[in-house]
């Protein structure tokens, strides 16, 4: 393995759920739904597969699909074009990928936030340019924004791109307006292109609001917005993600896409199409489901001991496990399947400074109530 990707060997997710598996342990580690998406959707999804769709579909991706996309994306008031301004990827995680191999060289720099997403370091590496990390602080609340001094800070010459995902895995942070518009004045001034991270766009909780970064002003024109519909619709194993941008952007995506996967999930594309187009009562229903399990998690949670966290968006809650009397979650991590049969994911791998963060636990509430509380009552056993 070559050097620059010899830090990614194995993926946190595997490393847990293999442990989970090993220890018949809960796992609230990987964030993957334990129900089904919308009977609509799968019912789309077979008559496709019987109906004579399992060919290649056409590179950018099939046109119901890239038309459902762009109105689904009506919702922001943006508009994009299907033929020329969205493009379908396998997942989220290729659509970051091809951006980043398509945007970035050797010696450019991308801003990434910390804690992040485990596969943006690897795709920065995979790219061959450099990530420049900046961290999420705390606020007198107890809730974690960006750190606009230090992203001010981290901007040099070489900066070719900022990687913002928002609702924020692992934290459910969902970055505010104001933040927002901090965010797209630097990149406006610094002609800077943003890449936005929006998987969890449709849950959201509270009175928190999703506001892609493409809709403030100067941005459109500068920002490659990537959703999927994994977590949308309950179908992480589908990998059906796409791209909105600008025709130039888009076929620079597209470029480097053709070349990774050319195409996948053919059968697939008219199911997600039906399901943006006929489906989002049912993804109202599930986002107050979701909310209501952050709830009873995180109750949960601060009745067993933890520190548990705001999060006001995503699948995940994170945990400090100080009052606990633990210092580091990784090594309660790695013990935790064995000792109590629950498995959980240490913040700190998804950061450059383990250190500032490793009193933080990631825990999916993606769940069944009944693993829920089954996990809840596994934990009150750790004092
Ligand atoms: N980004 C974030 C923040 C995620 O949590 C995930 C994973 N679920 C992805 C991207 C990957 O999405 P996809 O499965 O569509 O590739
Ligand atoms: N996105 C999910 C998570 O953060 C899992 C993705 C994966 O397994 N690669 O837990």
Redesign the pocket.
């Known amino acids: 393995l070559v050097p620059r990707l010899r830090p990614f060997t194995a993926?946190i997710?595997?490393e847990m759920?293999a442990l989970a598996v090993k220890h018949g342990a809960v796992n609230l580690?990987?964030?993957?739904p334990d129900t089904d998406g919308p009977a609509g959707m799968l019912e789309a999804a077979k008559n496709s597969l019987f109906g004579g769709d399992n060919q290649y579909p056409p590179g950018p991706g099939r046109p119901e699909l890239r038309a459902a996309i762009s109105r689904h994306r009506l919702r922001y008031g943006t508009e994009y074009d299907p033929d020329t301004e969205v493009l379908v990827t396998a997942g989220a995680?290729e659509a970051i990928t091809a951006a980043l191999i398509a945007l970035t060289e050797a010696g450019d720099e991308v801003i990434v936030v910390e804690p992040y997403?485990?596969?943006y370091a690897a795709a920065v590496a995979m790219a061959g340019a450099q990530r420049r990390v900046i961290g999420l602080v705390e606020t007198a609340d107890g809730r974690l924004e960006l750190d606009l001094d230090a992203l001010r800070a981290a901007i040099t010459p070489r900066t070719r791109a900022v990687l913002l995902n928002s609702p924020h895995?692992?934290t459910g942070t969902v970055f505010s307006r104001a933040q927002l518009e901090a965010v797209a004045a630097l990149c406006v001034e610094h002609d800077l292109i943003a890449v936005t991270d929006e998987v969890y766009e449709h849950l959201v909780f509270d009175d928190a609001e999703h506001i892609p970064l493409a809709t403030l002003p100067g941005m459109r024109e500068r920002t490659v917005s990537i959703s999927s519909a994994g977590k949308t619709f309950n179908c992480?194993g589908w990998k059906i993600g796409w791209v909105c941008s600008t025709p130039e952007l888009v076929a620079a995506v597209k470029a480097a896409k053709q070349f990774i996967t050319f195409v996948s999930g053919g059968p697939l594309q008219p199911a997600v199409a039906y399901a943006l187009d006929h489906e989002l009562p049912w993804v109202e229903q599930l986002r107050t489901s979701l909310q209501d399990k952050r709830d009873r998690l995180s109750a949960g949670l601060a009745d067993a001991g933890f520190g548990v966290r705001p999060s006001t968006g995503t699948?995940?809650v994170t945990a400090d496990v100080r009052p606990l009397g633990f210092d580091d979650a990784a090594t309660l991590a790695w013990e935790l399947p064995e000792r109590v049969g629950v498995a959980a994911?240490p913040v700190k791998v998804f950061t450059d400074h383990p250190d500032e963060w490793k009193h933080l636990l990631r825990f999916?509430f993606c769940k069944r109530n009944e693993v829920i509380d089954e996990a809840v009552g596994r934990l009150r056993q750790l004092v």
């Open positions: 993926t997710f595997a759920t580690g990987q964030g993957f995680t997403y485990d596969s895995n692992p992480t699948y995940f994911v999916a």
